[in-house]
């Protein structure tokens, strides 16, 4: 199983950035995906998750209304839009799938938001 997330980069605050979560190994529709971020010198947090057997999401408060998060069943992917991002959005973010044996991690994706 793998996951490959995709999408970081530079962008200044007001900005927007979409990653991606692709996998392979492992049906997505299964499965609930979850995004978390690691920003410097902080935890590891959930900003965001998506059952795509029913299409229930769930977004962390900081990111209530600013990130999109969706699923493209064909592709296998995952998706998160993020728009109006702020300084405070920075950090390395990873997919995350939960199974009944293991958790799986993608390898992050760095989002800088910087003037």
């Known amino acids: 199983v793998q996951l490959q997330a995709s999408g970081g980069g530079l962008v200044q605050p007001g900005g927007s950035l979409t990653l991606s979560c692709a996998a392979s190994g492992l049906r997505l529709n299964y499965y609930a995906i979850h995004w978390f971020r690691q920003a410097p010198g902080k935890e590891r947090e959930e900003v965001s998750c998506?059952?795509?057997?029913?299409?229930?999401?769930f977004y962390s408060h900081p990111v209530k209304g600013r990130f999109t998060i969706s699923g493209d069943v064909s592709k296998n992917t995952v998706y998160l839009q993020m728009n109006n991002l702020k300084d405070e959005d920075t950090g390395v973010y990873f997919c995350?799938?939960?199974?009944?044996?293991?958790?799986?991690w993608g390898q992050g994706t760095l989002v800088t938001v910087s003037s």
């Open positions: 995350n799938v939960r199974t009944a044996i293991k958790d799986y």
């Open positions: 998506i059952s795509t057997s029913d299409d229930s999401t």
